[in-house]
């Protein structure tokens, strides 16, 4: 399914990133997922939460720079080759993924995915059965 | 007039001139004794590079009547100008002076389209600021209507505009701007209203300011430039073609210098601008250093007059930067960034000096909610900006970006640039 997800620009320096998980446990805003990809100046760190709205407000009145993306969010079970299975099908129809990153919960896991085209990517998925994840 | 008709005119004027101040301006006599020219050696205009230049300060430490040449009674008005730091400039005018002050104010009103059938208001300050009487006399002059509105009531003016049918105004273009929201406010609209003709100066203003300018108060607007050292408003105007101000240069000498070097330079190239009072005999000046950036247009303006043009006023020289040897202006960088809609009208230039090379970095704000969140993107962004800076400063620039209000914010321009190199 399609999820909105948070990206802040931070300037690569020391505790910019406790500075956003600040702002948000002091709104109580519970992070799903992150991860952050960093060049030699600047990072981008990408959030999931569950109140996307509210997050975007809090960080920009922080003066943080955030803007709001589509991804995809996959849900499979927690096994071995579940995910494999999943990305090949993709990798086969010409989807290719920018970015991913993913969090597990006992059960099922789920990873977050950007694509380049994100409707095709969606409609691929929506093909598959749940037993194929 | 023929370009060799004009530089036989600005030699004689430029001798008469120099004898005026060589005879009556202990300051410019010293000064041309120490370099020693006597008023015979100056006879064609192009000798005009043989004379001492003028700055500011030399007003300053003249303060408050050193540099005037005539007697005191001959002064028939006195202008002041005030300056942020230490002495205000005193201007003293003769009635020749004033005489001349009309005539070229009344050029620029007719190069507009304005007749003696026009309406005139005058929004710039009344006082010692010279842009209100600069104008006013202008427009007594063409024959029109003068209305000395002023500045500050901006309610009253509006009522005026409408009421008496007012065809042409003058104000700086921020004024206008205001005037524009004013009148909104007031629910009038542009057709409540007949301005026909309006002439700006006084600040720098961009193409995009004379669109909405225009657009919003449905005139035609034109620059008009002065400085108060020089005359007031009416050294330079546009004509219809809006390409450029044609300079009065029979009675303004114009030169462009290296603003480091003071070596004269070309038409085309930009730099400081220069004047020389050719006719003036209140306080002449030889060779006064304005500190504007901008540069002498080549060629002739389809218009028809044969004036040299300036282009825009794109700067202040005292905030050139020298890196490498190539000459950087702040407001270059600021242009480069206000077109890419991805980051902040805001920068910092940081300058250094690494292995005895100088570095420069430009530090720019990513836009609060616009940017990418693929690092790639990112990259292309940083590198678009690298490559637009270096096309246009001609040396290459290490671009930061940076996140929303990280950049000091302040008034002044200085503070937009750290030159670490004079640290050390
Ligand atoms: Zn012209």
Redesign the pocket.
């Known amino acids: 399914m399609v999820t909105k997800q948070i990206s802040i620009f931070l300037e690569n320096k020391r505790g910019r990133i406790n500075d956003v998980t600040k702002v948000l446990a002091a709104n109580g805003i519970n992070m799903d997922a992150f991860c952050i990809a960093e060049t030699s100046d600047f990072g981008l760190m990408r959030l999931i939460v569950q109140e996307v709205d509210r997050a975007v407000e809090v960080l920009r009145s922080a003066d943080f720079a955030v803007i709001v993306t589509d991804v995809v969010n996959i849900r499979c079970r927690n096994v071995p080759g579940a995910l494999s299975s999943v990305l090949e099908k993709l990798a086969g129809q010409d989807i290719f993924i920018e970015y991913m990153y993913a969090f597990s919960r006992s059960e099922t896991a789920d990873v977050i995915i950007k694509p380049n085209n994100l409707e095709e990517c969606i409609r691929i998925l929506d093909g598959l059965s749940l037993d194929n994840r | 007039m023929s370009r060799d008709e004009m530089m036989d005119l600005q030699g004689k004027r430029l001798h008469k001139l120099v004898e005026l101040v060589y005879h009556h301006v202990p300051f410019y006599r010293d000064k041309m004794q120490a370099l020693d020219i006597t008023p015979e050696d100056i006879r064609t205009i192009e000798d005009i590079t043989r004379l001492p230049f003028t700055t500011k300060q030399d007003l300053r430490d003249n303060y408050p009547l050193g540099l005037q040449a005539a007697a005191q009674s001959e002064i028939v008005r006195i202008h002041a100008s005030s300056g942020t730091t230490g002495n205000p400039t005193i201007v003293g005018y003769t009635g020749r002076d004033i005489e001349i002050w009309k005539e070229v104010a009344a050029r620029c009103l007719t190069a507009y389209g304005v007749t003696r059938n026009d309406i005139f208001s005058v929004g710039y300050g009344y006082g010692l600021f010279t842009g209100g009487l600069g104008v006013h006399n202008g427009v007594e002059y063409v024959g029109a209507s003068v209305v000395p509105t002023s500045t500050g009531n901006t309610e009253k003016h509006l009522r005026l505009l409408r009421d008496l049918k007012i065809t042409g105004i003058a104000c700086t273009p921020s004024y206008a701007l205001y005037l524009a929201e004013a009148m909104d406010k007031a629910g009038m609209t542009k057709d409540d209203i007949c301005l026909r003709i309006g002439a700006f100066g006084a600040e720098p203003w961009t193409e995009n300011m004379r669109r909405e300018i225009e657009d919003r108060l449905g005139l035609q607007a034109y620059n008009i430039y002065g400085l108060s050292e020089i005359m007031g408003p009416g050294v330079s105007y546009e004509?219809e073609?809006k390409d450029g101000s044609?300079i009065c240069e029979d009675h303004f000498y114009p030169e462009i210098i290296n603003p480091d070097t003071l070596e004269p330079l070309g038409r085309g190239q930009t730099g400081e601008l220069v004047f020389t009072t050719l006719t003036k005999t209140g306080m002449p000046l030889l060779r006064y250093r304005t500190k504007d950036l901008t540069s002498l247009m080549e060629g002739d303006?389809?218009?028809g007059?044969t004036s040299v043009r300036m282009t825009r006023i794109i700067g202040r020289s005292d905030d050139m930067l020298i890196i490498r040897g190539i000459n950087v202006f702040p407001s270059q960088v600021e242009s480069v960034i206000l077109e890419m809609p991805e980051f902040e009208p805001r920068y910092m230039l940081v300058v250094d000096r690494v292995n005895n090379l100088d570095t420069l970095q430009v530090q720019v704000e990513v836009r609060k909610d616009y940017f990418s969140d693929e690092i790639g993107v990112m990259l292309q962004l940083k590198r678009r900006l690298s490559d637009r800076l270096k096309s246009i400063l001609s040396i290459s620039a290490d671009v930061k970006l940076m996140e929303p209000n990280s950049i000091p914010r302040s008034e002044g321009k200085s503070v937009r640039i750290q030159d670490r190199r004079q640290l050390k």
């Open positions: 004509c073609c044609h303006c389809p218009c007059r």
